[in-house]
RNA sequence: GAGCGGGUAGCUCAGUCGGUAGAGCAUCGCCCUUUUAAGGCGCUGGUCCUGGGUUCGAACCCCAGCCCGCUCACCA
């Protein structure tokens, strides 16, 4: 771009971006002001580009922003401010801006809090004045001068006086395109999440419909106090969400919170994890991304290459396999963040990259991880929200979306926990309606539970009538699905020997329990002793050799976390992983589908007792902030490409080139 | 991959029985020196997702497709 001149001609392809007719003239508008306000600042000596693409601005005092502005004066009175006229210089965005006649006011946003402007032509002079005319919704500017209280008693930074060496208004930025309703903010789901960018300064959190009530909801009444306080003359000190929450009647639906400050709580829980973590002496790690076999878990990887060593890659599934060397190596206590990827299907509980937390501890088992979990997660949730309380709508998969809609969100206390067996899990939410739920006996082999399950169906269609469905449809009241409903009917009609090898036994206990009980926790709850044929990596219990030592932990109903004591026999773990091939081979694409031979190896140099656990990160995010699609914690999340229908234009859609 | 719902101005949304396409905000012009979803007056802005079909006539009815959301499946 040449120096000289501030109002460029478009770049060819900077036209074609204009979704309309609409945008085009609206920026040519903005073009037109752009060269006004490189007029304005000529006259202050200042070239096109400093007067209309500044590249600084200072604040005053140094290191200021609004919130803390906000936060300093919140009890000043009008007298106060008048009589120290401390000066004061921000720079923010423009997101209401009203002008009358010869002042105006514009509401600037910045670290995500409002702070109101004053501007007078007698207190800023005609050219500053002239400047403030050609602002818009969106611009950037800062400004200088000196807080007040308007007649409604509101903050507000009335700017000047004029001096000579001063600016009292510096214009930074230009909005060339169009902003979303200044008050509505982004209701498309589908542009919140592709431009993010709007999401994160226009959001209000509350939907034109939510908007009605939206201080039933204690956990949003307290965040938009701290975030945004409209009025904080009026409510004093900060009032925590505890407080609020025990004085409160429970909140009628969740209202959508403001994406900022999902984020910003997003890095809190972070911080808090590393705080944990780091304060116990465990080493922050980072293991490769790219893995030539992706291992520690079963699911379908990203593929890649590598053109330089032309081998193939894939993306990681888990850092699992990569952390336990590092124990092999002496690192007793380590942790990882980062991402995983998962070549699977999305929805409001997956995305294909998400993020993960990983630890290990060496000389720990899965009880000591249990009472660690549990603290983790209290302190995670005192540091991030100042409370162990939180409130999510339960995702019963049998609730209609309407019914969801209108379900009050359930009062979660992450302080406390309770253990449960899988195998107490699954007596304990068993539907007695039909057939009579099963005993600790019936889980005993392979045997016993074959008995049970004949029994059982038989029981249910006595029950009922003859032509009903099946047991399965009655204990799981439909949630069962049909393919694993025809594969536990496969079961009884094929009788024993279909299914006598161990590992059919422990997955059908290890489906029965997902189906019949998990959604059940919505409080935290922990579920421990897995079956051997689900869990490939983890230590058999020494008095029990088809169960685990493993536990997985339950909150708002789906799954956060999978811990276990790790196995560390070399030659077991090989044996596992051969079985995970032989099951992969005959059909069962949720086993391993490769070895890791120098994990086994690893393994052979001798890894210590190990308890080893994993955190989703992305749904501890929703439990802590009430976000009901993990689309909403994550930034970015992923979403097909836009293309413009129009294929037969000679110029794509500027969407498109994403 | 399947089912349900949605797609109308830059944004948020109405749209009657199938009969010329509507509002608020934003934009543009004018007025207004404590407003605050400022206000007043006037204007501008449309591939009604796309493509077919029915009809004298389609935003609306029918068919196909695209995208998004929700649910299911897979998974964490």
Not at 115 to 131: A, H, I, N, S
Not at 399 to 415: H, T
Not at 446 to 456: C, E, H, K, P, S
Request: aromatic share 10%; glycine share 6%.
């Amino acid at each position: 771009m040449p120096e000289n001149q501030s109002a460029t001609p478009l770049p060819d392809q900077f036209e074609a971006q204009f979704e309309s007719a609409f945008e085009q003239r609206f920026y040519n508008e903005r073009l037109e002001k752009l060269e006004k306000i490189a007029a304005l600042g000529a006259a202050n000596g200042l070239k096109p580009l400093e007067a209309t693409y500044p590249n600084s601005f200072r604040f005053v005092p140094e290191g200021i922003d609004v919130p803390q502005i906000r936060s300093l004066y919140a009890n000043a009175t009008a007298e106060e401010l008048e009589a120290q006229k401390a000066e004061i210089a921000v720079a923010g965005r423009i997101v209401a801006i009203r002008l009358q006649g010869k002042a105006g006011f514009a509401t600037l946003l910045q670290n995500g809090e409002r702070l109101q402007l004053y501007v007078r032509k007698d207190d800023v002079g005609e050219p500053t004045f002239e400047l403030y005319k050609l602002l818009d919704l969106g611009d950037h500017i800062g400004v200088s001068g000196s807080l007040m209280r308007t007649r409604t008693g509101e903050l507000t930074l009335k700017v000047g006086p004029a001096t000579p060496e001063k600016p009292t208004l510096t214009f930074l930025s230009k909005a060339m395109l169009p902003l979303p309703d200044k008050f509505s903010g982004l209701g498309d789901i589908e542009l919140r999440y592709r431009r993010r960018y709007l999401d994160l300064f226009t959001d209000t959190g509350e939907t034109a419909e939510a908007s009605s009530e939206p201080a039933t909801n204690p956990v949003i009444l307290s965040e938009a106090q701290s975030a945004q306080p409209k009025n904080p003359e009026a409510s004093g000190p900060a009032t925590t969400a505890e407080t609020i929450s025990t004085t409160s009647p429970e909140p009628a639906t969740i209202t959508r919170r403001p994406a900022r400050e999902v984020f910003v709580k997003r890095a809190a829980i972070l911080r808090a994890l590393r705080h944990f973590f780091d304060s116990r002496g465990y080493l922050e790690v980072e293991t490769p991304m790219l893995h030539t076999v992706a291992g520690g878990a079963a699911a379908r990887p990203f593929g890649t290459h590598h053109n330089a060593l032309d081998i193939p890659l894939n993306l990681r599934i888990a850092p699992e396999l990569y952390l336990k060397r590092l124990v092999v190596g002496g690192f007793d206590r380590v942790y990882e963040i980062n991402r995983n990827f998962r070549n699977e299907g999305v929805s409001t509980q997956h995305n294909p990259e998400f993020t993960m937390l990983e630890f290990y501890q060496a000389y720990a088992n899965y009880h000591d991880l249990m009472d660690l979990t549990e603290e983790l997660i209290k302190f995670v949730a005192t540091e991030v929200n100042d409370t162990t309380i939180t409130f999510f709508t339960h995702p019963n998969k049998r609730f209609s979306q309407q019914i969801l809609e209108s379900l009050a969100p359930v009062r979660i206390d992450l302080s406390k926990w309770q253990r449960l067996s899988m195998r107490q899990a699954i007596i304990q939410f068993w539907h007695g309606e039909f057939c009579q739920a099963p005993e600790m006996e019936d889980f005993g082999s392979a045997q016993n539970l074959f008995d049970f399950l004949v029994r059982a169906e038989k029981e249910a269609r006595e029950a009922r009538h003859p032509d009903a469905p099946d047991l399965f449809h009655e204990v799981s009241e439909a949630s069962l699905t049909e393919s694993k409903r025809q594969w536990f009917q496969s079961v009884i009609a094929h009788g024993l020997h279909a299914w006598e090898d161990d590992k059919q036994y422990g997955k059908i206990i290890a489906t029965l329990f997902e189906d019949i009980a998990e959604e059940h926790l919505i409080q935290p709850t922990i579920i421990y002793d897995f079956p051997l044929a689900v869990s490939p990596l983890s230590k058999v219990k020494p008095d029990e050799p088809e169960w685990v030592e493993r536990f997985e932990f339950y909150i708002g109903g789906f799954e956060i976390g999978n811990a276990f004591s790790e196995l560390n026999d070399a030659a077991d773990q090989l044996r596992r992983f051969e079985s995970q091939l032989e099951d992969r081979k005959n059909g069962d694409d949720e086993a391993m589908a490769e070895i890791d031979h120098d994990y086994v190896r690893a393994l052979g140099y001798g890894l210590p007792p190990t308890g080893g656990e994993g955190i989703g990160i992305d749904r501890l995010t929703m439990l802590l902030t009430g976000s009901r699609s993990i689309r909403d914690v994550i930034l970015f999340p992923l979403m097909r490409p836009q293309t413009k229908a129009t294929a037969q234009e000679e110029h794509t859609h500027g969407e498109s080139a994403e």
